[in-house]
């Protein structure tokens, strides 16, 4: 399963760094990425990283965030820097894992975590 952490509320300006945890058997971890979804909005995909490290990121938040990883803790992390009022939203966490079952079979998942709020406002 997935655990993220780390929303809040900030002033426009302000910082703040999300961490998203893994958790299981896991043997590998693919790719991973960050959703947000604002009020009354569609949940959409602000950045991407590969196991190979590359990493891509929605045009808005160019710049300002940077999204991380450490495979051989199994968390993923999102730098949030110069953040705007039109960032604020439910961030979601999102992996592609492969992980033993409990019957001890190789398998593969696409997981979400539960979502932390992010508020930007004065």
């Known amino acids: 399963q997935l655990q993220a952490c780390g929303g809040g509320l900030v002033q426009p300006g302000g910082s703040l760094r999300l961490s998203c945890a893994a958790s299981g058997r896991i043997f590998n971890i693919n790719d991973m990425g960050w959703y947000r979804q604002a009020p009354g909005k569609q949940r959409e995909l602000v950045a991407t990283?590969?196991?190979?490290?590359?990493?891509s990121y929605v045009d808005s938040v160019k710049g300002r965030f940077t999204i991380t990883r450490d495979d051989a803790k199994k968390t993923m992390y999102f730098e949030m820097n110069s953040l705007k009022p039109e960032d604020t939203a439910v961030y979601y966490c999102?992996?592609?894992?492969?992980?033993?079952?409990?019957?001890?079979?190789?398998?593969?998942?696409?997981?979400w975590g539960q979502g932390t709020q992010v508020t930007v406002s004065s």
């Open positions: 999102n992996a592609d894992i492969n992980y033993y079952s409990d019957a001890d079979v190789a398998s593969r998942g696409d997981y």
């Open positions: 990283t590969t196991s190979s490290g590359s990493t």
